[in-house]
């Protein structure tokens, strides 16, 4: 264990989260979001859409994520 369990509050409820090492330095954080109604953890703030930043954001990474998969598919010689 890495870091033992604690609690993280706001208006929306309460998540509880602990931290474990499995292999090397590699760690995974586990949440438990039972007790908690809002839009993602305590203290997050969702961010308008209508951001043409972000946006634009959200479209370069869908391009990329896409095209990563366009390139490696015909890699493997699943496309033409």
Do not use: C
């Amino acid at each position: 264990m890495v870091r033992e369990p604690w609690e993280e509050s706001d208006k929306d409820g309460t998540v509880r989260l602990a931290t474990i090492r499995t292999y090397g330095d590699t760690t995974h954080t586990l949440v438990d979001r039972s007790r908690y109604k809002g839009w993602f953890m305590p203290s997050f703030q969702q961010r308008s859409t209508n951001d043409p930043v972000l946006q634009m954001l959200y479209v370069s990474l869908h391009d990329v994520a896409r095209n990563s998969w366009r390139i490696t598919a015909q890699q493997n010689g699943h496309m033409q």
